[in-house]
């Protein structure tokens, strides 16, 4: 199960794409802004392979609001949607 210890402070994901994996799943986490507000952008795939080598559509995806609480709301998406993933 993710933890928020599993991930890097939003001002990482202000500068970057933030990305990871966690037993047989890919994540990743973008900035974006949608409607003049700051969003938190989640991707979520079966690995084995990585973001641009995955095809869109085998690719869950989520906006939370940008702060600490829209983050622990991804983190909990992430983990509620991990066995559905997993097994693709």
């Given at each position: 199960?993710?933890?928020?210890n599993d991930f890097l402070s939003l001002n990482f994901v202000k500068k970057e794409d933030f990305t990871g994996?966690?037993?047989g799943i890919r994540f990743l986490l973008r900035q974006e802004t949608?409607?003049?507000?700051?969003?938190?952008?989640?991707f979520?795939?079966?690995e084995p392979f990585g973001?641009?080598?995955?095809?869109?559509d085998k690719k869950m995806v989520k906006l939370f609001d940008?702060?600490?609480?829209?983050?622990?709301?991804?983190?909990?998406?992430?983990?509620?949607n991990y066995e559905q993933v997993r097994k693709q």
């Open positions: 199960m993710l933890t928020r994996s966690y037993k949608a409607d003049d507000e700051k969003k938190l952008k989640v979520l795939w079966s973001f641009e080598a995955t095809e869109d940008f702060s600490e609480d829209g983050l622990n709301n991804a983190i909990d998406w992430l983990n509620e």
